[in-house]
């Protein structure tokens, strides 16, 4: 269990925080930097879950706990020392994966199949839903680039790519399952 008692600490005053496994790393490392944009992408999912209901708000309610998962299994280097640590770190599983290509292809029965790229818009909760799909892709390309220089879990990689599919098919059913949806005109203002 997490307890926080006191908020600050100062011991990231010069620029440096710890990693799960505590070592000091400097604030723009590229590890610090992957979760971060992760917990980026998990605040806008906030916003977005202000205006959803139902079945949708409990979706991305999951969402966000996946994604503090996500940010769990980034900030612990090593993970070929798994089965070294005193107790086993928190890392992304397949299953997470396969729960988002399960509700992507149920809303995906919902949907007219695109003929048009659509413009990001449309309803609130389809404009912040687009708005997590790019944070999403940034904190895709961040874990990428890291998995560039550290191992890591592929299955961080697989949950982030999978979940900005997720965004744009939730978003499209958030314009009345696509029917409001905003479609470019390529060249319009010519």
Known sequence: MVV???IYTRTGDGGQTALGDGTRVSKTNLRVEAYGTVDEANAAFGLARLHAGGDL?????RIQNDLFDLGADLCRPDIDKDAEADYPPLRMAPEQTARLEAEID???????TLRSFILPGGSALAAHLHLCRTVTRRAERRVQALAGEDAMNPAALTYLNRLS????????IAND?????IL???GANR
Not at 57 to 61: F, K, L, N, S, T
């Open 4 to 6: 926080l008692s006191k």
């Open 165 to 172: 599919d997720w965004c744009f098919c939730a978003a499209r």
């Open 57 to 61: 708000a409990r979706q991305i309610e």
């Open 106 to 112: 149920a809303m995906n029965e919902r949907l007219e």
């Open 177 to 181: 399952d696509g029917r409001s949806d």
């Open 184 to 186: 470019w005109t390529p």
